[in-house]
């Protein structure tokens, strides 16, 4: 089992930043990538970014790819989202997920193959 933890949510204007945190633990030993999505109100759950756990090779959303930064530190089991240039569209709530190990570069986008959530933590970006 693995559990996830998000923190660093809240409010904020838009053109501002935020960096969420993700503390990761349990049997980190079998992920093979973690990733953010987010779920706007009314709307489905997207991808936004991942990352593989060992070597750090990204992916990302086209609507977030040059504001936000996907990372890790392996010595905190700690993942993060840094997220600049923020607009009222980027409101929702983001989760982070990690897999449980059999997932490839070609399919770190999709949710379903990620087994481990956390609860969300809500952003809000005001106009």
């Known amino acids: 089992q693995v559990q996830l933890v998000e923190s660093g949510g809240g409010l904020v204007q838009a053109g501002g930043s935020l960096r969420l945190s993700c503390a990761v633990s349990?049997?980190?030993?079998?992920?093979?990538?973690v990733a953010w999505f987010r779920q706007a109100p009314g709307k489905e759950r997207e991808f936004v970014a991942a990352l593989t756990w060992s070597g750090g090779s990204t992916i990302y959303a086209d609507s977030v790819k040059g504001r936000f930064t996907i990372s890790r530190d392996n010595a905190k089991n700690t993942l993060f989202l840094q997220m600049n240039s923020l607009k009222p569209e980027d409101t929702a709530v983001y989760y982070c997920?990690?897999?449980?190990?059999?997932?490839?570069?070609?399919?770190?986008?999709?949710?379903?193959?990620?087994?481990?959530w956390g609860q969300g933590t809500q952003v809000t970006v005001s106009s």
């Open positions: 997920a990690a897999d449980n190990g059999w997932t490839t570069s070609a399919t770190m986008r999709l949710q379903r193959v990620y087994a481990y």
């Open positions: 349990g049997r980190t030993f079998s992920i093979y990538a």
